[in-house]
């Protein structure tokens, strides 16, 4: 069965304190691999697609990068700002349908 | 440029009634899916509409029931309320996949669902 996991389930950093989260992903076809943020009580946000192994994204302090068996999303001198649930999700085309989510990694940078 | 929009923000309903939620797609895209988003987990997928026709289904009973219009919007239909369908829904579009390659999808703010 196709499924995604993410760890940790929490993360608190110090602002500045660099990391990375974790998405493994056992899927048959992999058709796109997607991270999105998640505010409180809100609409995931779209963060970055990867289609295929060794392909990176980047987008101001994210960085995505993509293996065949797992994503890391890479946060890099982190801002009280980047505080949210990070969700990743993988499209894979097949009997379960449409996109298949992680529970996500909650994050919190403290100043 | 307007993106996903989704009414009513919230709702409270009870078990057994009968509930609609709406949800206009962002310009320019032809495809909507619905999810469920359980508190602390992640989106669950519903259905997807393109061409006002079911094209993929999830793992949802049929209690669970949809509609596109032809300007793309989209009704979500829940009959029979459980208490365990309180959740946050979530409306999501993008453009269909094309050519084996599939594109990200947009989401709304969501719909706070409430069965008592």
């Known amino acids: 069965e196709d499924q995604v996991t993410q760890s940790p389930e929490a993360l608190r950093l110090q602002e500045g304190e660099s990391s990375s989260l974790n998405c493994s992903y056992t899927?048959?076809?992999?058709?796109?691999l997607f991270w999105y943020r998640q505010d409180p009580g809100k609409g995931p946000e779209f963060l970055f697609t990867?289609?295929?192994a060794g392909e990176e994204k980047e987008k101001e302090r994210l960085k995505a990068t993509l293996t065949k068996k797992e994503s890391f999303l890479h946060i890099t001198a982190p801002k009280p700002e980047d505080s949210a649930t990070y969700l990743c999700a993988v499209y894979a085309g097949g009997s379960q349908g449409n996109l298949i989510f992680g529970k996500g990694t909650k994050l919190s940078v403290k100043p | 440029d307007a993106g996903v929009t989704q009414s009513p923000t919230h709702l409270i309903k009870t078990r057994g009634q009968q509930v609609t939620l709406r949800c206009s797609p962002k310009?320019?895209?032809?495809?909507v899916s619905w999810y469920q988003q359980a508190l602390g987990q992640g989106p669950q997928f519903i259905f997807q509409?393109?061409?006002?026709?079911?094209?993929q289904r999830g793992n949802f009973p049929d209690r669970f029931s949809g509609h596109q219009f032809p300007n793309y919007s989209s009704e979500l239909n829940v009959n029979a309320l459980l208490l365990g369908d309180s959740a946050l829904y979530l409306c999501?579009?993008?453009?269909?996949?094309?050519?084996?390659?599939?594109?990200?999808?947009?989401f709304g703010p969501g719909t706070r669902l409430t069965v008592t």
């Open positions: 990867l289609y295929s």
């Open positions: 509409y393109y061409e006002e026709e079911e094209r």
């Open positions: 899927v048959s076809g992999l058709r796109g």
């Open positions: 310009s320019g895209h032809d495809t």
């Open positions: 999501a579009s993008s453009l269909r996949p094309f050519g084996g390659q599939v594109l990200e999808q947009y």
